[in-house]
Structure formats: C-alpha cells, structure tokens
C-alpha cells in the first residue's frame, strides 16, 4: 500500500517568515494529494490540494509543487502569522484509499 | 446542514467490552472512511466504504468492524476493546471517492483500561 513520509517532525518559525514541509509517497497510483490542518483540540481540515496533472496550485500565502517523478510533493507557507501555528498532515490518495503522513507541528513564534 | 457526526465525544472502556462509534453524514457523500489518530502517527486508515452495502479494509483493521446499510451512517464496532486501541478515532466522508476533500467528524476519545 501507500506509504507516506512527512518532514520535519515540527518546525519553529518566526513569525512573517516561510515555512516548508516535504512529503514523499511510494504508490506511483496515487493521483491526489491534499494538505490538512488540525489546529488542537480540533478535526483536520483540507486547506489546499493538487492533483498528479498540476505541478504547482497556489491560494494565497500557501501553496503546493508536486514533483511526480521523484514522488514528491511540498507545503509552502509564506509571511507566517501565529494562526498559521498547527499540526499540519499531508496525504496521498489513489482513488480508493486515503493515507496520511505522521504530521509536522508548526510553531510561529511572535 | 450538520456535516459529520460522531457520537460519544469521549468514552472509557474496560478491556474485553464492546462498543459502537457512531457516524452520520448529511451530505449524501458516497464514501464514508474510519481513522485512528495516536502521537506521532499520523491518520491511519481503518476502514472505509464507496457506497450503501460496500466496505473494505483500511491500513489496520484489526479488531474492528464495520457495515453500511444506509448512504448516512458508518458505524464502526469494537469486538473486545484492548488499551492498543486506546485512541482518537476521526470518521470522514467525501463526495465520490477518497480523490476530493474529506469532511471529517468532531472525533471521539476512547480509553481502553
């Protein structure tokens, strides 16, 4: 099956600084990757997403690449504010399952 | 519109009892899914269905069972709860199949003692 590696572990940042996570996935099937938020206490929500036909997809101060021939894909967040302060999960799909990365908790210090 | 539902929020177990989470969605979304949440960990996938009367095994279904007689609900069931399955679990559904957003439920906090 799919299997999904995230890093860093955490990342402390200061705020209006950028913050980058990278994930790399083993299933050549899997066509759909989104990134979740999960502020705590919380459930995971979808902040942004790409599909296996897009390199890039941006959304204001987040965005994302996908590189699907070193099977790689990252978060970028830009002029972080203390909202920004997280878990967040990346995940690939291959229609049928979804599987998660082990998280990265972000840190913007004021 | 309520979304995902989950019901209890929080529960205590005593080893070898039984249980059912409970999950509902209004969305009429065709795939329903279970994860478990533990430190470090990540989401895994337990079990998920594309469709009333569909179901199939997720990353670590052991221990658990699951059915789905109507398009809302997904319960999942704990045959003899152990403390490994001491946990947060997330029910999520999503329209079509795991390719789109999944919308996921308030969670419930289970204690296996």
């Known amino acids: 099956g799919e299997n999904v590696e995230q890093h860093p572990s955490t990342l402390s940042v200061q705020e209006g600084d950028s913050a980058v996570i990278k994930c790399t996935y083993s299933?050549?099937?899997?066509?759909?990757f989104p990134w979740y938020k999960q502020e705590l206490g919380k459930r995971p929500q979808l902040i942004i997403d790409?599909?296996?036909?897009?390199g890039e997809k941006k959304d204001q101060r987040i965005a994302v690449t996908l590189n699907k021939t070193a099977k790689h894909f990252s978060l970028h967040i830009t002029e972080t504010q203390p909202e920004d302060s997280a878990v967040y999960f990346c995940?690939?799909?291959?229609?049928?399952?979804?599987?998660f990365g082990a998280g990265t908790t972000v840190t913007v210090r004021a | 519109n309520a979304g995902v539902t989950q019901t209890p929020k929080f529960q205590v177990l005593k080893t070898g009892q039984s249980m059912t989470l409970q999950c509902a969605q209004d969305?009429?979304?065709?795939?329903m899914s279970w994860y478990r949440q533990d430190p470090g960990m990540g989401l895994r996938l337990i079990h998920y269905?594309?469709?009333?009367?569909?179901?199939d095994q997720g990353e670590v279904p052991n221990g658990y069972n699951v059915s789905r007689s109507t398009t809302e609900d997904f319960p999942l069931r704990l045959l003899s709860a152990a403390p490994s399955q001491t946990s947060v679990y997330f029910c999520?559904?999503?329209?079509?199949?795991?390719?789109?957003?999944?919308?996921f439920g308030q969670g419930t906090r289970l204690t296996v003692v």
């Open positions: 269905s594309v469709g009333a009367g569909i179901t």
């Open positions: 969305m009429n979304h065709e795939y």
């Open positions: 995940a690939g799909s291959n229609d049928y399952k979804l599987s």
């Open positions: 299933d050549s099937a899997s066509n759909y």
């Open positions: 790409i599909r296996s036909n897009v």
């Open positions: 999520a559904s999503s329209y079509g199949d795991s390719n789109t957003e999944a919308f």
